[in-house]
Every structure is written in C-alpha cells, then in structure tokens.
C-alpha cells in the first residue's frame, strides 16, 4: 500500500515539474497581460527600426498606447477611421515589466516594442456601413 502512494506522488510530482517547464519554455507566466495596439501596416513598416517599433507619438509622449479589447473597436472607428489596411497587434506583456504603466483602464508601455512580443499580427475588415470590424481571433 506504501509503494502504491510513493508512486503516486511521484506521477503528480513528475506532471507538476512538465507542466512548469513548459511554462518556462514558452517564456509565458501564470500572470502574463494580453493587450491590443492599432497600427497602420505604414506605420509598422516605416517606423520599425532593429526589430523594435516606436511610433511618432513616442518622441512627444514617451510612451505606446496599448488598450483592453473591449475598448479597441470604438477608438479604431475614430482615430483610424481614414486608414486603408489597419493591423490589431496582440501583445503579451509580463506583469513584472516596469515599463507596463497603468492610468486607470488606460495601459502605456514606456519603451518601444520588440516585435518578438507580438504575439499576432491581425488585420481589421470593413462592414457594410465603412466600420472596422474585430478581426476573428
């Protein structure tokens, strides 16, 4: 009966050291932050230098705007309303990075974006009445 339970712990002790290395491996945490970023495919392309893309509100503000999904929809409607391709980056963030600042709902990163942090790159499609609609996830 001793030997059976010695074995069990072993299997759960053997599935537990997996599954945390496989946490380790992906580089993802228990309590990682997905957000989205707008961009225009310009944009990404021509402000995209060493792997790291910084737009030109960077150099007056300092920071990236990032935002919740939920809020994505209605500030691509206003703000990129006149784009011809816009792209939703979805980025993951370690909730250790201390260049992830948070102002209310409203999350900024205070340095510029290495694209391997880019998790997808996703394209907006346009509805019947000229809105942007959510790329399918």
Do not use: C
Request: net charge negative.
């Amino acid at each position: 009966m001793t030997s059976i339970r010695i074995s069990n712990v072993i299997s759960k002790s053997i599935i537990l050291i997996m599954f945390l290395a496989s946490i380790i491996v992906s580089g993802r945490g228990f309590a990682d932050t997905v957000l989205y970023h707008i961009v225009s495919e310009k944009q990404l392309a021509n402000l995209t230098q060493n792997n790291v893309y910084t737009p030109l509100s960077f150099a007056e503000e300092r920071y990236i705007h990032f935002s919740k999904l939920s809020l994505i929809l209605p500030i691509a409607n206003d703000a990129y309303k006149d784009k011809q391709v816009l792209f939703l980056l979805e980025v993951t963030f370690s909730d250790s990075d201390d260049d992830l600042k948070w102002i209310g709902d409203n999350p900024d990163y205070y340095k510029g974006l290495h694209l391997s942090m880019i998790g997808k790159k996703l394209e907006f499609t346009r509805d019947n009445n000229n809105q942007w609609v959510l790329p399918v996830m």
